[in-house]
C-alpha cells in the first residue's frame, strides 16, 4: 500500500475509546475498483444488476474525504487494489479500541487478503498492531463507547472472535449483540453518537439487547427505508458534528432536533455496496471527551 501524504502511525498516537470523540487521523481507501461481483448483501442484491459506477464512486468518495480535511481531520488514503472490490470500507480491516489497533479476521472471502495487505503497510509504517486469527471477526460489528466495546455477532463476527477480543481487551467490559444476518453488520443497525444518544434499528435486534441499550442511551429509531440507505451508518467527527446521507431525511432532522450539525455529503453510489461513512473510515486517533 501506498499513501497520498506523508504520514504514518506512530504507535503513541493511537488513541479511540468513543465513535464521538474528535477525529484527528483516520485511514480510507478510495473505490478506484469498487464493483459488485460476488452478491454479499442484500443491498447489493438490490443494485447488482446496475452495479457500481466506479467514476461516480471515486468523485463522491473524493468529496468526502476533502470535507473530512475542512473539518481539520487528517486523511490517510490507502492504495486501492483491482483484486480487491469491497476495499472503500476500510473500517473492516482493521479498528483502534484503547491504544490497540487490531487487524481484523474478514469473514467473507471476497475480501480474504485485506488483512494481510494492511498488515503489510502497517510494517512499513513501523506500526505495531494486534492481529486477530483463527476466528472472524470484522471492524464493522465493533463499536466503542468508554469503557464497553459492543460487538455484533453477524455473518462475519463469531462468539469464538468476540471472545478473542475480550481476552485481548481486559480494561473493557465486552458485550456481545446478536443481530439478524440478514443485516451485514452492527453498525448498519446500531450506532453510538454520544454519551447518552445512539441511533438503531430495532427489528435486527432482540428484544433482550434492545432493552438493555435503552437503560443506556435514548435511542433515535431509523425507519425500514432509512436502515436500507444505512441511515444508522454515519460518522461523527466531535463536537457533535456528524456525516450523513442527504436522502436520510428523518435521520437527519432527530438529529438535528438533538443539537447536531449534520453534515450531509452525497456517497449514494458507494452505498449500494451496503456500506456508508462509517463504513468507509478506520479511525486510528481520536481525542477523548
Not at 213 to 219: D, N, Q
Not at 263 to 285: A, N, Q, Y
Request: with cysteine; hydrophobic share 35%; aromatic share 8%.
Amino acid at each position: 500500500m501506498t499513501i497520498e501524504m506523508e504520514a504514518i502511525i506512530s504507535n503513541s498516537e493511537l488513541q479511540c475509546n468513543s465513535e464521538y470523540g474528535r477525529l484527528e487521523k483516520v485511514l480510507v481507501c478510495p473505490p478506484t475498483f469498487m464493483s459488485i461481483s460476488e452478491i454479499i448483501n442484500e443491498t447489493q442484491k438490490h443494485y447488482a444488476e446496475d452495479n457500481i459506477d466506479e467514476s461516480l464512486a471515486t468523485k463522491q468518495h473524493r468529496n468526502f474525504v476533502a470535507k473530512m480535511k475542512e473539518a481539520g481531520i487528517e486523511v490517510i488514503n490507502l492504495e486501492a487494489l483491482e483484486r480487491f472490490p469491497e476495499q472503500v470500507f476500510t473500517r473492516d480491516i482493521g479498528f483502534t479500541l484503547g491504544d490497540i489497533l487490531f487487524v481484523s479476521n474478514m469473514g467473507s472471502e471476497v475480501r480474504h487478503g485485506e488483512e494481510q495487505l494492511f498488515k503489510n503497510w502497517l510494517d512499513e509504517q513501523g506500526a505495531t498492531y494486534l492481529p486477530l486469527t483463527d476466528n472472524s471477526i470484522e471492524g464493522g460489528d465493533v463499536i466503542v463507547d468508554r469503557d464497553v466495546i459492543f460487538v455484533g455477532i453477524s455473518g462475519r463476527t463469531s462468539s469464538e472472535g468476540i471472545h478473542k477480543l475480550a481476552e485481548a481487551t481486559p480494561g473493557f467490559t465486552v458485550q456481545e449483540i446478536p443481530i439478524d444476518k440478514s443485516y451485514l453488520h452492527l453498525d448498519c443497525v446500531f450506532n453510538v453518537l454520544s454519551p447518552t444518544e445512539a441511533l438503531v434499528f430495532p427489528p435486527a435486534l432482540r428484544k433482550e439487547e434492545l432493552d438493555y441499550l435503552a437503560t443506556r442511551y435514548e435511542l433515535i429509531e431509523v425507519t425500514k427505508e432509512e436502515q436500507f440507505t444505512m441511515g444508522t451508518n454515519v460518522l461523527s467527527v466531535g463536537d457533535k458534528k456528524v456525516f450523513s446521507l442527504p436522502c436520510n431525511e428523518k435521520v437527519n432532522k432527530d438529529m438535528r432536533d438533538r443539537g447536531y450539525d449534520v453534515i450531509e455529503v452525497d456517497i449514494s453510489e458507494i452505498i449500494k455496496s451496503g456500506g456508508s461513512f462509517r463504513c468507509c473510515t478506520l479511525p486510528v486517533k481520536r481525542s477523548d471527551i
